[in-house]
């Protein structure tokens, strides 16, 4: 099966940037769609964004619209997430997730939920702080 290993954490001030690293490994990246997650001490772990197994759409959700971009690089089993603009409520353990690959139509039909992920990672800490 798919082993999911992030990266690219660490201490930024607010407004800041941050590139955080989705290694796969064991299976062909191509094969799952994939998102990011994150969770906050004492928060319930949240979705963030997803790209569909091609890299052609992608999805975010509100809170970091506009800030963060997801892609990715199937020739290198890897996932991104580009952060920009980092505030302090963004200061989580960061995680990619895979969902096996499905047909969704458009951006809209891309998995968001938790439980529509297979395979996660171990996270990496990010945190915003001056």
């Known amino acids: 099966q798919v082993q999911l290993v992030e990266s690219g954490g660490g201490l930024v001030q607010p407004g800041g940037s941050l590139r955080l690293s989705c290694a796969a490994s064991?299976?062909?990246?191509?094969?799952?769609?994939m998102g990011w997650f994150r969770q906050a001490p004492g928060k319930e772990r949240e979705f963030l964004s997803v790209v569909g197994w091609s890299g052609d759409i992608t999805y975010s959700a509100d809170p970091v619209k506009g800030r963060f971009t997801i892609s990715r690089d199937n020739a290198k089993n890897t996932v991104f997430l580009q952060m920009n603009d980092l505030k302090p409520d963004d200061t989580a353990v960061y995680y990619c997730a895979a969902a096996l690959r499905r047909f969704v139509g458009t951006a809209t039909g891309l998995p968001k939920s938790l439980s529509q992920y297979e395979f996660w990672g171990q996270g990496t800490q990010v945190t915003v702080s001056s």
């Open positions: 064991g299976r062909p990246l191509s094969l799952y769609i």
